[in-house]
């Protein structure tokens, strides 16, 4: 291994390879590699100026290692007979060993030195920068995160050499310049691991788990996880693969790319980790006071008039509507993005008339485009839509024979504005839905799809982000306020771009509403704040069933205490006729059932009106939650051990929350459940529908009938 200082970024080159690690903000470093050629200049989520950090850098020479090591390494004398180095950015240290592997080591202060920073780093005797030693009193470096090697001069014991396995593992693309990248790293017993975006599970804790690096319809790759050891790891590439958080190791796969590229940074708690990495990928902006309560959706309404008849009803029971939302198929045919003239006759009266009564409109825009659209052509031939390797050029076919755009491609971006700008956004249209955002494929053959930016394979997880962009970078040019636009995929760093992102089209279950709580809880710890889901599910079969209701009433109770408050469902049964015979147009479609509150009967229109309610009230505490997620990235919802690191019992809770640090929530996850165990972290807490107040540090047994989900106020 050659090691070099590159204007303060240790480079170390072996058989093909270049590895760089430089500091990366604060307490973090930023780790990249390529094979065969230098790296490119993607800086991916890492898309802020880091805080400014200077690393101190240590190259050890062949038989100075046992000589000169800090102690707290142990100066085993296999880790640098043949030459080593090390890199230390504050809390966090990074020392690479003959074979290219890499080992990462937290400093923690002692009691007796709270304010220690890092160890004393001016006694190593290096010949160079100067290497981190641990100093006895003030604190000690502990191994976090080991890369695995399994090869001569590859693993820190000599175990297991003859395998033959590296820790960065290339193997090249036959015809191409790309390559498949597996990147292992040791698996430490007894760690606990979360974020990582949003996958269909029941478990908060992803140790243990497989997880594809794909986006999916309710699946969210935000390739961020968050370590119970005090670390947060960032994978920084957009492309198709998977991660594996196995009990042997942890192994994490790009099937094609061009180089390795992940940020590591270490802390104490949870909230120093987010913090840490939204400074580095994008915080939130602040949300808009006037959309933190209610907002109706169904699917969906198919005509102005009814648009209109639904925001006077609400107006009537005396309930404000933040915002109404027009679904999808008010169109004429996927593409053309345009209200179909039929039953939308003037759609600028409407909006007028919807902001008169304050409500916020936001409408559906989808990235497919049907070949019958006005747009298809023009569009495939300036090379504006994806583009398939292999086969006919049709990428996804519900309801139309249909070509997603290529947002990677800055004139796409260009024409899919224009077109929504000249029919949506001039007629006043507020915001936008940005749906199927993933995208949709009628396949998901990875390997089938290109883009501008290259092979599907090396970049569609960002598909998502640059479809927001499409019109987060123009609305945030022409108004004042915050940009905020609904869609159902994200990736690292979505979070900046005004995206309130939902769970999906997920079933009307229990089973499916357990998953949800998970989901949102680990998106909340990959940086995404505005999280929504479907209350009630989006696929139910009969809205008069009685098991549903009741779930209704159980999700819409857990969606008061989180982000965004959001009716919406395709409700069953579908016995409603279309509104004309056309096979296109914004009559043909079928719709569902209604899904305002007052749609499930007196006795459930009671419970959500005062649930209602109870939304407003807490208006101010929501703004300030809001602006905490804008200032250091604390989603809304918590798991409980964001709140209380200290308590071992946290890290092991996943069917309660905090809302906030504040709210307690114990939402109730199963059919025909009126009592519930909730533990208690220490301290005094209030149960809201008594008043009586409980000691913490145990687990009590409550009520829950079905006008009541319960919640703890911490005193």
């Known amino acids: 291994m050659i090691f070099s200082n590159d204007h303060g970024a240790l480079v170390a080159r072996r058989q093909g390879e270049t590895l760089r690690i430089e500091a990366w903000g604060k307490d973090s470093l930023r780790v990249r590699a390529a094979m065969n050629s230098g790296l490119n200049s993607n800086d991916w989520a890492l898309t802020e100026v880091p805080a400014q950090a ?8 062949p038989g100075e290692w046992a000589r000169k090591a800090p102690a707290w390494t142990g100066a085993d004398p296999n880790l640098g007979a043949e030459g080593c180095a090390m890199i230390t950015n504050g809390r966090i240290c990074a020392l690479v060993n ?33 290497a981190a030693s641990g100093t006895e009193g003030n604190g000690s470096w502990t191994l976090i995160l080991r890369e695995y090697g399994r090869n001569y001069g590859g693993t820190i014991s000599r175990e297991s050499r003859c395998l033959k396995i590296d820790g960065r593992e290339w193997k090249g693309i036959q015809g191409g310049d790309t390559y498949r990248l597996n990147v ?42 968050v370590s119970s050891l005090g670390y947060g790891f960032l ?18 796969i790009a099937r094609a790319t061009k180089q390795m590229d992940y ?22 902006p602040m949300f808009p006071e006037d959309r933190m309560g209610l907002w109706q959706c169904k699917l969906r309404y198919r005509t102005q008039a009814e648009v209109l008849e639904i925001a006077h009803r609400y107006q009537e029971e005396g309930i404000h ?24 006759p003037d759609p600028k009266a409407m909006v007028d008339e919807l902001h008169s009564m304050g409500i916020k409109v936001i409408v559906s825009v989808w990235p497919s485009v049907d070949r019958r659209s006005e747009n298809f052509e023009p569009m495939y031939e300036r090379g504006l839509l994806m583009k398939t390797d292999r086969g006919e050029p049709q990428t996804y076919d519900y309801q139309g024979d249909c070509v997603e755009i290529d947002p990677f491609n800055p004139e796409t971006r260009e024409y899919v504005w224009e077109v929504c700008k000249k029919n949506y956004y001039d007629l006043g249209i507020d915001a936008f839905w940005l749906d199927n955002s993933e995208p949709d494929l009628g396949v998901y053959d990875f390997d089938n799809y290109r883009y501008q930016a290259g092979a599907a394979l090396t970049c569609s997880n960002l598909y998502p982000q640059m479809y927001s962009r499409i019109f987060y970078d123009k609305m945030s040019q022409l108004r004042d306020g915050t940009v905020v636009n609904l869609l159902r ?68 109770q857990f969606a008061v205490y989180s982000a965004v408050l959001r009716m919406h469902g395709d409700r069953g049964p579908y016995d409603i006729p279309p509104l004309d015979e056309r096979d296109w147009g914004g009559g043909y479609l079928h719709t569902g059932q209604p899904n305002e509150l007052w749609s499930y009967g007196e006795d459930n229109y009671r419970i959500m009106r005062d649930y209602y309610e109870l939304r407003i009230s807490m208006h101010d505490y929501i703004r300030d939650l809001y602006q905490e997620a804008h200032e250091n990235g604390s989603p809304l919802i918590r798991t409980m051990f964001y709140e209380f690191p200290e308590d071992a019992k946290c890290w092991e809770l996943s069917d309660q929350y905090m809302f906030g640090s504040k709210y307690l929530v114990a939402p109730i996850l199963h059919l025909n459940e009126f009592r519930r165990n909730v533990y208690l972290p220490e301290g005094e ?10 000691a913490g540090g145990q687990t009590v047994t409550v009520d829950a009938p079905i006008e009541y989900m319960p919640v703890f106020e911490k005193k």
């Open 54 to 61: 200077e690393a101190q850098i240590a190259i050890f020479a």
């Open 98 to 130: 003959r074979a290219g592997i890499i080992s990462y080591y937290k400093w923690t202060p002692s009691k007796e030195f709270p304010d220690a920073q890092s160890a004393d780093t001016s006694s190593a005797d290096s010949g160079n920068n100067g």
């Open 184 to 225: 292992k790293f040791e698996s430490n017993d007894g760690e606990k691991l979360f974020g990582m975006g949003q996958y269909q599970q029941p478990w908060l804790d992803h140790k243990g788990s497989v997880l594809e690096l794909e986006q999916r319809n309710s699946q969210i790759t935000v390739p961020f996880a």
């Open 235 to 252: 994978w920084n590439n957009p492309a198709v693969g998977r991660v594996t958080f196995g009990k042997n190791y942890t192994e994490w």
């Open 263 to 284: 940020w590591i940074t270490a802390a104490d708690t949870p909230k120093e980790i987010l913090a840490s990495y939204t400074s580095v990928t994008g915080h939130a």
């Open 321 to 344: 509507i933040d915002q109404i939302v027009i679904d999808f198929f008010h169109w004429t045919v996927q593409g053309d993005w345009k209200f179909d003239k039929t039953y939308w």
């Open 489 to 556: 995929c994200g990736w690292a760093g979505s979070q900046k771009y005004g995206n309130v992102i939902w769970s999906g089209d997920v079933p009307s279950t229990f089973e499916a509403f357990r998953d949800q709580l998970q989901a949102g809880l680990n998106m909340g710890l990959a940086g995404i704040p505005w999280w929504t889901t479907d209350i009630g599910g989006f696929m139910t079969d009969d809205v008069n069933d009685p098991d549903f209701r009741q779930l209704l009433i159980r999700w819409y």
């Open 685 to 694: 807490w209030k149960l809201t529908s008594t008043g009586e107040i409980y």
